[in-house]
């Protein structure tokens, strides 16, 4: 159960907690009351913050996990559009890295930014598998492979180039993860890949967005995840907790060349009304 703690000094009952929260549980506070959580509904708050991030006073918050509430201020954390259009413009998918180990602080860090992606609810549903071992990487790699060779007479629409991956892979390359030293999973509760992973994947393009910053070159695993929806040796390897199932796969390492300049893109297609 949540509740609001309201430092009832620094209150004036403007009512932005009110205003904002997802879904309309507070009660909208008159002197000489403060704002709070309508009692019959404190089972349903969501626990988003919403109410104590847009609070002017900083004069609440929720009683759930308060030893991580950031204060921040209006104008820390804003970036300059054309900063923000030029770095996201510049963003990559790396598919050649060098040998150095990404450590592991700065992966948490990657994921410690991308656990703020939003979620349907703030169920907050994706959990991370970080394979950190390239001989493990490599051995996913040649699963993959011979999921691969399982489809090739088949109705999958992957079959017709199948064949050709395999031969890059039979002659000594690496078409599944190009050589990355580390691979990333989000998994989600679901056992079947006809499940929506779209929590997965906005959780897993805040990773995405975020690892250059870091240093770090990522690229989507998009032939293992489809690997891992079906094919149980890799299933087995990856042992993910009982009733979970990967939504999203990537890739990621040093990147062994630098990004020097953004290439052309099609221009945005856009209907207004």
């Known amino acids: 159960m ?11 009952r403007c009512n932005t907690c009110a205003e904002g929260c997802v879904l309309g549980i507070i009660e909208r506070a008159v002197a000489p009351a403060f704002p709070k959580i309508i009692s019959e509904m404190e ?10 991030a847009f609070c002017p006073q900083e ?6 996990l308060r030893e991580e509430k950031i204060v921040c201020g209006t104008i820390d954390g804003v970036i300059e559009p054309r900063t923000l259009e030029r770095y996201m413009k510049k963003r990559r998918s790396i598919r050649v890295f060098t040998d150095e180990h990404v450590p592991r602080e700065t992966i948490t860090g ?15 549903p994706v959990q991370w598998l970080v394979l950190s071992d390239p001989g493990e990487v490599r ?26 991956i395999i031969e890059k892979w039979d002659g000594g390359g690496d078409p599944i993860c190009h050589g990355a030293p580390h691979l990333l999973f989000a998994h989600i509760p679901g056992t079947d890949g006809a499940d929506d ?5 906005i959780a897993m393009t805040h990773v995405d967005i975020a690892a250059p910053a870091f ?26 907790p009982e009733g979970r199932r990967i939504g999203c796969a990537m890739m990621f390492g040093v990147p062994r060349h630098p990004v020097v300049s953004i290439p052309r893109r099609n221009p945005a297609v856009i209907t207004w009304r």
């Open 110 to 124: 990657i994921l410690d930014a991308a656990r703020y992606a939003a979620s349907g609810g703030n169920q907050q």
């Open 43 to 52: 089972a349903f708050c969501l626990k988003c913050g919403h109410c104590e």
């Open 139 to 164: 051995r996913v790699a040649g699963l993959t492979i011979d999921w691969m060779r399982s489809i090739i007479d088949t109705e999958h629409p992957l079959a017709p180039y199948a064949p050709f």
């Open 59 to 64: 004069a609440l918050v929720l009683d759930y």
């Open 197 to 201: 992973p779209t929590e997965a994947v």
């Open 215 to 240: 240093g770090v070159g990522t690229c989507w695993a998009g032939f293992v995840k489809m690997a891992a929806d079906t094919y149980g040796p890799l299933q087995e390897v990856l042992t993910l």
């Open 2 to 12: 949540s509740r609001l703690i309201i430092n009832e000094t620094s209150c004036i």
